[in-house]
């Protein structure tokens, strides 16, 4: 017997929430920040085609230009030259789009320190808790930063010596990568990597274990508060751009209530 009906009536009814964690895209939202000598991604812009005017008469619609990593987006393996040889956006299997994930929450800890960085003994402190994690699942990391996404300012929180955001640990990267059972590691902040990930050794170590071990990014996340720890089923919707490194993503949590 399908399972299907039973699930449709459950959201019809309620019993299961949809979370959007995805953040509106629009010119205000925050772009990662490079040092001056390399290209730089490009905000968000709309080209206005036609309004019910002359260009349109009965239409509205838009032009639009972005990078590939703007907003809350996918990390694909040859995002990153550890996974050069690996899938663009496009070729990701469809099945990995749906998986089940959790939701770490080091909020606290990030609220007190900016540069927290999480660390294997925190997320195996964690699975004594609440369980392993999900087998061919997400690690969601809720450090609380979507509460300054509506300033890039606030967001990239950068000083003289570089930004300043919460992220992994260079062991705990690797761990999550190459030991962990999930697929990939979603984050509220503006990349998978801590903000001070450029002097770490290696450099930007969730970009370069992750994309090379095959595994998958979800960046600027929002309503993370909103999840239990366990017990989430999530969408993560890539557009499947040919050849693309990552892409702007509707990123949907399914909450049993019941």
């Given at each position: 017997?399908?399972?299907?009906?039973?699930?449709?009536?459950?959201?019809?009814?309620?019993?299961?929430?949809?979370?959007?964690?995805?953040?509106?895209?629009?010119?205000?939202?925050?772009?990662?920040?490079?040092?001056?000598?390399?290209?730089?991604?490009?905000?968000?812009?709309?080209?206005?085609?036609s309004?019910?005017?002359?260009?349109?008469?009965?239409?509205?619609?838009?032009?639009?230009?972005?990078?590939?990593?703007?907003?809350?987006?996918?990390?694909?393996?040859?995002?990153?030259?550890?996974?050069?040889?690996?899938?663009?956006?496009?070729?990701?299997?469809?099945?990995?789009?749906?998986?089940?994930?959790?939701?770490?929450?080091?909020?606290?800890?990030?609220?007190?320190?900016?540069?927290?960085?999480?660390?294997?003994?925190?997320?195996?402190?964690?699975?004594?808790?609440?369980?392993?994690?999900?087998?061919?699942?997400?690690?969601?990391?809720?450090?609380?930063?979507?509460?300054?996404?509506?300033?890039?300012?606030?967001?990239?929180?950068?000083?003289?010596?570089?930004?300043?955001?919460?992220?992994?640990s260079?062991?705990?990267?690797?761990?999550?990568?190459?030991?962990?059972?999930?697929?990939?590691?979603?984050?509220?902040?503006?990349?998978?990597?801590?903000?001070?990930?450029?002097?770490?050794?290696?450099?930007?170590?969730?970009?370069?274990?992750?994309?090379?071990?095959?595994?998958?990014?979800?960046t600027?996340?929002?309503?993370?508060?909103?999840?239990p720890?366990?017990?989430?089923?999530?969408?993560?919707?890539?557009l499947?751009?040919?050849?693309?490194?990552?892409?702007?993503?509707?990123?949907l949590?399914?909450?049993?209530?019941?």
């Open positions: 017997m399908s399972i299907l009906p039973t699930v449709a009536e459950a959201l019809v009814s309620g019993r299961i929430e949809v979370v959007d964690l995805t953040a509106p895209l629009s010119s205000e939202t925050p772009v990662i920040q490079l040092p001056p000598q390399f290209a730089q991604t490009a905000p968000f812009e709309l080209e206005e085609l309004r019910y005017d002359d260009r349109g008469p009965a239409w509205y619609w838009n032009n639009i230009r972005t990078g590939e990593h703007t907003g809350t987006h996918f990390d694909a393996p040859n995002h990153w030259v550890t996974g050069r040889d690996g899938d663009d956006v496009a070729s990701v299997p469809v099945q990995r789009l749906i998986a089940p994930a959790v939701v770490l929450d080091f909020s606290a800890e990030a609220a007190e320190n900016p540069d927290f960085l999480l660390e294997v003994e925190h997320v195996q402190a964690w699975e004594k808790e609440h369980g392993p994690l999900p087998d061919g699942g997400w690690l969601l990391y809720r450090t609380g930063w979507d509460a300054r996404s509506a300033s890039q300012e606030q967001f990239v929180n950068a000083d003289d010596t570089g930004p300043h955001t919460p992220g992994l260079p062991t705990c990267a690797r761990w999550v990568a190459e030991e962990a059972p999930v697929i990939g590691l979603g984050v509220e902040t503006v990349g998978t990597d801590a903000g001070a990930a450029h002097s770490f050794d290696p450099p930007f170590p969730c970009h370069a274990a992750l994309m090379g071990s095959g595994k998958y990014g979800l600027q996340l929002q309503n993370l508060a909103q999840l720890p366990t017990g989430v089923l999530l969408v993560a919707a890539p499947p751009i040919v050849s693309g490194s990552g892409a702007p993503s509707r990123v949590a399914l909450v049993d209530r019941g």
